[in-house]
């Protein structure tokens, strides 16, 4: 078509038209730009990300002299600071089967009555074995060192073996700093196996578990409402099967298919159960109770005054001294409680009253009330002490009457 018939057809003019045909693009309107004020710090914010490449942008600032707005800097490092920062890169892991099962502490939050009109946030234990990813789950009523391994037995129990190696981070209650503590070792040394704790700020050491954490949030936990610890554990007992028959991407099998596997390749459990929840020995006071986790435990008060052997595990406290059980009470995970056995309160009752009988009869009678007491004239006592006796005063009659 001739330029007047696309100027005309169209509505333009004709050398609109013609400088449209001579270019390559739509032509636009173009301006140069005017450039920003942190091109001029570029240079000195490269030399600090050269020498800190996590330097804070406020600090950056700082050094450099920046008096502007804050959000055009923190932009311009934002874009320069993945060239200077090195990179850690997390490999790809393969795992044999019986290998590791890797353990962690996840907080469901404040969701678990656990006494009238008080919800608690008691931790749940994960552990989910590396090789098949089958997820094994259990709620703890805290997070000392006895709980943490009584939870690992109660788990590797219902699982059917022990695996080389038990993959922790720097929980407190298994060790700090890579040493673990008294309990955690026993437990280890019991079963014949290997506690090892990550690095710390090390996430990728046990990804496995943490992602079983994740899907616990999002799939266990959205519409659900529990009665006490005990149906937050039936609850979650009921739901693990479903859990382990989905698809793993990483494997593309079930867990609970390939945890056959899994299971066969690991050690048989110790023909002796190791040593877990909490244990002491203390002497029982006059008030017949014994502390655990925060709460007191009322005991048989025959045992007073004798040393009693107290063992608190994940649902009961038992008592006993000598061999001889002495007290048992479910355990309870609130703090500061009394749990008392109305059984203990009539002993008590008992044992107080023929103790204020005995001491009764060894007093002897009580002096008659109203009854006249002799009063010895001080006289007396100037003569043992050998004082001049003063001049006779007149004194009133006194009577002390008791």
């Given at each position: 078509m001739p330029v007047k018939a696309i100027a005309r057809r169209l509505g333009l003019a004709r050398n609109t038209v013609r400088t449209a045909l001579t270019c390559d693009e739509p032509p636009a309107y173009q301006r140069a730009p005017a450039g920003s004020r942190v091109d001029g710090f570029e240079p000195a914010i490269r030399?600090?990300?050269?020498?800190?490449?996590?330097?804070?942008?406020?600090?950056?600032?700082?050094?450099?002299?920046?008096?502007?707005?804050?959000?055009?800097?923190?932009?311009?490092?934002?874009?320069?600071?993945?060239?200077?920062?090195?990179?850690?890169?997390?490999?790809?892991?393969?795992?044999?089967?019986?290998?590791?099962?890797?353990?962690?502490?996840?907080?469901?939050?404040?969701?678990?009555?656990?006494?009238p009109k008080v919800l608690a946030a008691p931790p749940v234990l994960t552990m989910v074995a590396a090789y098949s990813g089958f997820i094994m789950a259990t709620l703890l009523p805290s997070r000392t060192t006895g709980d943490l391994v009584a939870g690992m037995w109660r788990l590797l129990t219902g699982l059917g073996g022990v695996p080389k190696m038990l993959v922790w981070d720097n929980e407190s209650g298994i060790g700090s700093h890579r040493r673990l503590?008294?309990?955690?070792?026993?437990?280890?040394?019991?079963?014949?196996?290997?506690?090892?704790?990550?690095?710390?700020?090390?996430?990728?050491?046990?990804?496995?578990?943490?992602?079983?954490?994740?899907?616990?949030?999002?799939?266990?936990?959205?519409?659900?409402?529990?009665?006490?610890?005990?149906?937050?554990?039936?609850?979650?007992?009921?739901?693990?099967?479903?859990?382990?028959?989905?698809?793993?991407?990483?494997?593309?099998?079930?867990?609970?298919?390939?945890?056959?596997?899994?299971?066969?390749?690991?050690?048989?459990?110790?023909?002796?159960?190791p040593a877990v929840g909490i244990t002491t020995r203390v002497r029982l006071g006059r008030d017949y109770y014994v502390r655990v986790a925060g709460n007191d435990y009322s005991v048989d008060p025959h045992m007073i005054g004798r040393f009693v052997d107290v063992h608190a595990g994940l649902d009961h406290v038992v008592v006993t001294c000598t061999g001889i059980l002495v007290a048992s009470h479910k355990r309870c995970w609130a703090t500061h409680q009394n749990i008392t056995d109305p059984a203990h309160v009539v002993a008590a009752a008992e044992l107080r009253g023929a103790y204020q009988a005995r001491t009764a009869a060894t007093r002897g009678p009580a002096v008659a009330t109203g009854a006249e007491v002799g009063q010895r004239s001080l006289s007396h006592y100037d003569e043992v002490f050998g004082l001049p006796s003063p001049p006779p005063v007149a004194r009133p009659n006194l009577q002390v009457v008791r």
């Open positions: 030399a600090l990300l050269t020498q800190f490449p996590d330097m804070p942008a406020t600090v950056i600032a700082e050094r450099i002299g920046w008096e502007h707005s804050s959000s055009s800097l923190r932009a311009r490092i934002a874009l320069l600071r993945p060239s200077y920062r090195p990179a850690d890169p997390a490999d790809r892991t393969t795992y044999v089967a019986g290998e590791i099962v890797q353990c962690d502490l996840w907080f469901p939050g404040k969701v678990v009555p656990v006494a503590t008294v309990g955690a070792r026993s437990f280890a040394g019991t079963l014949g196996t290997r506690i090892y704790q990550a690095a710390p700020r090390d996430p990728e050491t046990k990804g496995v578990v943490e992602r079983a954490n994740g899907f616990l949030e999002t799939s266990f936990m959205p519409g659900r409402s529990f009665a006490s610890p005990g149906d937050y554990n039936t609850q979650l007992a009921g739901w693990l099967p479903k859990a382990n028959t989905r698809i793993l991407r990483r494997t593309g099998q079930q867990p609970g298919m390939r945890v056959v596997e899994d299971a066969a390749a690991m050690r048989a459990l110790p023909p002796v159960a």
